[in-house]
């Protein structure tokens, strides 16, 4: 869930500003990735690298650590990696550099977004070559790798690095999405996007002479240039001594590249574009589609009384904007007014169950308004767990109001996510919570998941909403949520809602957890007898069977 950024001077360029401006400008409009802090490496010949983290980021400003203590330090290229809780390193700081045991040392760092799916396999191939890790994070991974792969077949023979050869190498050996800078101490900036392309990395060359990399290209609004996306499985290299740029290909092609749901829903920047089209647009026309389902709903309660439409803070307000207008258009009166404030802008969605917990229970509150007796419309851009939802509906309850309906502006999440969202377990998620109080025959045809029927949708509405004292809620269903995408079908990943994992690692670790799942389900428990065992692993191939 991180963000990341990197400016690279040119040795032609016509301007005053410096790199820390560049990532100045950009970094604060990718804080919705991450609300942990920022860390910085940066690097000037014959000064070296030096790391700083910014004391204050905000909507639009943020402060370097180092930054005026020395003016003389003026680096021409620095990469920022904007932290998010789950996950990071417990150690101080972000950038480890990652030296070799020569007598010389070689300074390297890396900005990453995503996460691998088979990291403990390469944790443990690298252990048995013998390499200690310091770290138990991804980037410290990843960092290892490509110095064990620069070590092995250019250092120690004194050959210049081909990062091109570099990383087709761990393009081939990762399963997962990373889109990462990688920094070395020729001051050689490489820009990565990973095979599968689930996380985004967006280029811009300004007309003033920076090279710019950011996570999404609302980083780039005020600067004037060219911008393009990294295609996945592309490098962009950068030389820290001639300033010659190429890109090259490092994927042999064999994945479909597809971008994650999760960017247009949740993840991005509200004026991030995709296809011509913000995320903005796309979640305010998802919230109109949204809101013809919610008129039925309540056209068929002739008795209801006008409805307060409220969004969940801070990324579900277009998706209140579009389901209210929709409400008008249909003739039905409602007034829209957020009724939830929050304590503090942390998501709550990364991170350990007890953490966010207590996270959950201190950031919502209600906005100060009288909510006597009032009907709630909430509507938020997922329902994934529950727990928030929950404790908004308590909130709202214990204020005074008469009902609390939530809409949901996407398809149930239905499976895991490994790719840097930190949902590890079907567990934790609300569809398998109500899926567990359903009947033997209800399980079987809720397996269907993106192609459910209707008449199941609305049983599992129902039970959610139980489950969250609400009085309701309504999901977008899968066909008319697809319609409404920037891309075609076959250019995002829709995992989170067919379970159809973007990687083979991911689909061979989301059915492990399904079986293991299905098994404690089934009415034979926990026997672990030869008869059950077996009776039970051919219900599950004959429930998933019947869904393919």
Known sequence: MPG???????????????VYDRLK??????ALRGQAGVCVAAFMPNEGFRYARTLQVSCDSMRIEHDEQDPNFRPHVAIAHIRSRYGEIRHDGDFQPARRTAANSRH???????ALVNARVLRGELLAKGHRLGGNTDAELLLKWIEHTCERDY???????????????IDGRIDGAISALFLDGDGTLVAYRSRCGLRPLETMQTDDGFLLFASENCAFA????????IR?????YVDGKTGCCIDRSVSDGKYKAKLCAYET???????????????SETRYNLGVALGRLVAQRLQADSGSAPSIVSSMPHTG?????GLFASLQDCGLFAQRQDVIATQFSQRTLIGAPGERKSLISQKYRVSGINLTKATIIIVDEALIRGDTSRAVTNILLAAGAKAVHWAIGSPPIVAPNYYGMGIDTLDELAFWQAWKRLSSEQRTQSLRFHKIEPQVLKLIERNIAASINAASITYLPFPLFVSLLPYRKDGIDLSPFTFEMPTPAGQKRANRNLHKLVRRSSPFGGNTSMRSEHETRSRLRLEWNATR
Do not use: C
Not at 232 to 236: A, E, M
Not at 265 to 279: D, F, I, K, V, W
Not at 317 to 321: F, I, L, S
């Open 4 to 18: 990341v950024a990197a400016a690279f001077l040119s040795f032609s360029n016509n301007s005053s500003a410096t």
């Open 25 to 30: 400008h950009m970094v604060p409009k990718l």
């Open 108 to 114: 390297l760092a890396i900005s990453l977004d995503g």
């Open 155 to 169: 250092w120690r023979h004194g050959l210049p690095v081909n990062f091109e050869n570099v990383f087709r190498e």
């Open 222 to 229: 005020g600067l004037q240039g060219k911008t393009k996306q």
């Open 232 to 236: 996945p499985g592309h490098i962009k």
């Open 265 to 279: 829903l949740y993840l991005g920047n509200p004026n991030t574009s995709l296809e011509g089209q913000s995320h």
């Open 317 to 321: 307000g277009p998706y209140a904007d």
